[in-house]
């Protein structure tokens, strides 16, 4: 129904910034019944972890403790897109970065926007590698 397509991954130093951008393919994010839209990212050997999600229809946003006050996600209805600005970067932020949609039956709570199985439609993934 909806293909999120991510974008702007890359090779930084410590310190650094990126900005990914995640798009619809197929349909528009916000078409979707009570959408919400997640970051996460999975480094080699660990499991797939949060680190941000957005509820489209109110723009109201949560992050795992780690990216606090360092990374922000926001997204642009015109533009069918959802971002994650990554500031401050730190060699342990490495990792595939992955967009997700959720769609849920009610307004989500947070726990249920940090879980991985909630979420029903996932991007191919951007590779974000900051050196040291």
């Known amino acids: 129904q909806v293909q999120p397509v991510e974008s702007g991954g890359g090779l930084v130093q410590a310190g650094g910034s990126l900005r990914l951008s995640c798009a619809a393919s197929g349909r528009t994010f916000s078409t979707l019944s009570n959408c919400n839209m997640g970051w996460f990212r999975q480094a080699p050997g660990k499991e797939r972890e949060f680190v941000a999600a957005i509820r489209w229809s109110t723009s109201v946003t949560y992050y795992t403790d780690s990216v606090k006050g360092r990374f922000t996600i926001s997204r642009d209805n015109a533009k069918n897109t959802v971002y994650l600005q990554m500031n401050s970067l730190k060699p342990e932020d490495t990792a595939v970065y992955y967009c997700?949609?959720?769609?849920?039956?009610?307004?989500?709570?947070?726990?249920?926007?940090?879980?991985?199985?909630?979420?029903?439609?996932w991007g191919q993934g951007t590779q974000v590698t900051v050196s040291s």
């Open positions: 997700a949609a959720y769609t849920s039956t009610s307004i989500a709570s947070a726990q249920a926007l940090s879980q991985p199985a909630r979420y029903d439609y």
